[in-house]
């Protein structure tokens, strides 16, 4: 692992030395070479159906191998069960727009979508027609969304995030040129509610923008929902001056079912929560989800008339 120094103090974790986290692509070079070494044995340009069978058959090869080596990426590599899916491959299933909506593309799994958005709502104690959701292509995807959904309601909001947030978090204030506040942490990886403190009380004229971390990527740091809400309470913010989006990406389909764990619920003063589907779930390729509360999603959807559907999330087909 190499260390650098920042140049601008701001939008990569900062180590207690005042570096960041680089890390060195070795491992990954390794496993370009072998790759290559199965290209370069197959004329690419002149592939046929045989061919391309031994080329495929020699890559799975590598992974089934890369597979039982894999370390420091919180996944659930166990994806046999989805074989299962495989047919539906033949169809061109396409779920843009509103899963709420029915549009005028007929090859969608809206229906599924939904369930899948139900089983969620029940999970984190939303009622049906108090909630909005869809399933995104990747973790950072609810991150983006989530945090969209505090500025459209906050335009001048300032964003709070703890140093060992998602690089996501950072990725969605350049995009959204979002004024921004980096809170310390502690050695467990959940943020430093002291400084948290420190940096709302001298920002208590603009509306607070919170980007709470329920399992932090090096360290599984779980920050105390009722800490920060406490703290807001208490440094003069009322529920209307404060968006909380709770990243659960790493465990958000954990704390659930652990007795005494902290608990994560619409119940509380929150507006949107998102996971990831191929950590623990263990999807096969990236996806999570995200749920939030209708009345903010209102603000930002926008009807589209040539798919006859609402705009409400990041991506599209």
Partial sequence: MQVKILSNGFHDPILEDGGVISINNGCHNSQLVEVNKIINGHALGELNFDSTTHLLHDYMKILDEKATMLLGYPLNIYCDEYVALAPLLRYHLNNFGDPFTENNYGMHSRHFEVGVLDWFSKLWEIEKDQYWGYVTHCGTEGNLHGILLGREQFPDGILYASRES????????????MECEV??????????????????????????????????????????????????????????????????????LILPFLKNAPKITFKKPIGSVSVSGHKFLGCPMPCGIQIARKKHVDILSRNIEYIASIDATISGS
């Avoid at 950072?170 to 040129?177: G, P, Q, T």
């Avoid at 603009?206 to 703290?231: C, R, S, W, Y």
């Fill in 183 to 252: 809170i310390g942490t502690l050695f467990t990886g959940e943020m430093d509610y002291h400084d948290l403190r420190s940096k709302l009380l001298p920002n208590q004229n603009k509306p607070a923008i919170l980007h709470l971390n329920i399992g932090t990527t090096f360290k599984g740091g779980i920050d105390n929902l009722d800490v920060v809400i406490e703290t807001l309470k208490e440094c003069g913010y009322s529920q209307d001056k404060f968006y909380i989006h709770c990243d659960a990406a790493l465990c958000g």
């Fill in 166 to 177: 998602h690089y996501s978090v950072w990725k969605a204030a350049r995009m959204y040129k």
